[in-house]
């Protein structure tokens, strides 16, 4: 039987994203389209890349792009350094602190969000705090996830933004709770367009996949918007395209999907059904499950993945009513075959369940207080030397509370190194949390892995 991902370096290789797609366990975190706080990204990402998701999707902004790639490399890092302390204490047949963990060079990819109109994932708010009358008691700095609103008064102002009143643009992700709470509407959404443009062809080497928001009616503005990622398609693993409930949906996705054929790379179908609510309650999983369940019946090429609304309730919620668990696509279309086809454009066609579920503000708020913990050691942890495993085995202390204190400077160094890069308390835990929330999903595959798909 497969291992829960992330896995041990002794199971079988976490699947790819191609291969989680295939059997029905693609995760994917959602950093959020205008959410542009590099270093909680880049946590977010390596926490979250570390417990197994098949993608990290950012804001279209290269400094983002660059802070989540860094993200992907801490984890990388972190993850080396845990197998090799794995494999030096297994040498030595000692006990190691550390929870298993392997995680494939190429894992997982990032992708970036675009819109071809208005759409309000792509908005911050804004307000002059002199506008604000003196007794109203800041319901929006209450209600705001990330802390994006502060007032100079404060005893907590953001470090970001120490001396100034109103909205810090970088912390916030255009959520609108604030908007809708300010009792004499003094907060405004301003909308912003990303641009493909901004894109050099060196930078589109660190995007992996694309997506595109969009909205039913909208064919112009989305084929505009195709048509100026020409330069970036040949870069492109994956191309998902991210849509809102309405009447018509089904003709418009098929109207987009003529508008971007032939295509050469997966493609997903991302049913946005209530943006950026996944935290605030276990309601807000049924509008995306609705909207999941419309999108298959259209029978649409491509695989159908949900997000808007998705929270810890969502993986549970698709189990009870049958719409998690590997397709059986792959089978059913070749009989004979007694694996995935490791041709993902074979399989990019119509599942009977969903592929995936993405997840944005409640995989975030899940983490967060925990990180924010963990922020003055993981720097120390992250800069941790490596270890030695080339030292003679007589030369090695493990672990620390055997040691003798009293050897000589080499066996010293020895132990220090290896308790720098032990798994602490607080990031156990953080891993945990997200390892709970990836695997809710990834568990219906684990039956189902790769090289063993079977038919419902
Ligand atoms: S409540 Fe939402 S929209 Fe308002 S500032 Fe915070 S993140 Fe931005
Ligand atoms: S709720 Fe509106 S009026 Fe009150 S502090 Fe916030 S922006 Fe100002």
Redesign the pocket.
């Known amino acids: 039987m497969a291992c829960s991902p992330p896995l041990s370096v002794a199971c079988d290789p976490q699947p790819t994203p191609y291969q989680s797609l295939q059997t029905g366990q693609w995760v994917k975190l959602i950093c959020g389209a205008s959410y542009q706080d590099m270093p909680t990204i880049r946590r977010l990402a390596m926490l979250y890349a570390l417990a197994g998701v098949d993608c990290v999707d950012v804001a279209a902004d290269m400094a983002v792009v660059a802070a989540a790639r860094q993200g992907l490399a801490d984890a990388q890092a972190l993850a080396q350094r845990w197998a090799r302390n794995e494999s030096l204490a297994l040498t030595h047949d000692l006990k190691t602190p550390a929870i298993q963990h392997y995680l494939s060079p190429d894992l997982p990819w990032l992708m970036v969000s675009l819109n071809d109109s208005e759409d309000p994932h792509f908005?911050?708010?804004h307000f002059d705090p002199s506008l604000c009358p003196p007794d109203c008691h800041r319901p929006?700095e209450i209600?705001?996830?990330?802390?994006?609103?502060q007032f100079a008064d404060a005893s907590t102002t953001h470090a970001a933004s120490p001396d100034s009143s109103g909205?810090i643009p970088n912390?916030?992700?255009?959520?609108?709770?604030?908007?809708a709470v300010c009792p004499v509407q003094n907060?405004v959404?301003q909308s912003h367009q990303a641009r493909p443009e901004d894109f050099s062809a060196a930078d589109l080497g660190l995007i992996d996949a694309v997506e595109i928001h969009t909205q039913a009616g909208r064919q112009r503005e989305f084929a505009a918007l195709w048509q100026r990622l020409a330069p970036w398609r040949q870069h492109l693993k994956l191309v998902s395209i991210s849509c809102p409930d309405d009447p018509h949906i089904a003709a418009y996705l098929q109207d987009l999907y003529a508008i971007m054929a032939p295509l050469e790379i997966p493609l997903i179908w991302q049913t946005d059904g209530r943006p950026?609510s996944g935290d605030l309650g276990k309601g807000t999983t049924h509008a995306t499950i609705r909207l999941a369940q419309k999108v298959l019946a259209a029978n649409l090429p491509g695989y159908v993945q949900l997000a808007g609304g998705t929270n810890g309730y969502t993986a549970a919620k698709l189990r009870e009513l049958g719409l998690v668990g590997a397709s059986s696509r792959a089978k059913v279309d070749n009989p004979d075959s007694s694996s995935i086809d490791s041709d993902p454009i074979k399989n990019n066609h119509p599942q009977w369940r969903i592929a995936g579920i993405a997840y944005g503000s409640y995989a975030r708020t899940l983490v967060m207080p925990i990180l924010e913990k963990l922020e003055p050691i993981l720097p120390g942890l992250l800069e941790a030397k490596e270890v030695e495993i080339a030292l003679p085995a007589e030369k090695m202390r493990y672990p620390e509370d055997t040691l003798d204190t009293t050897d000589d400077l080499g066996r010293s160094q020895k132990t220090a190194s290896l308790s720098t890069i032990d798994l602490t308390d607080d990031l156990k835990v953080a891993i945990d949390q997200a390892r709970q929330l990836v695997g809710a999903l990834k568990a219906d595959g684990e039956a189902n892995a790769p090289g063993d798909v079977r038919t419902p």
């Open positions: 908005r911050k708010a929006c209600l705001c996830p990330t802390q994006a609103i909205v912390l916030c992700y255009g959520c609108g709770r604030c908007i907060i959404a950026m």
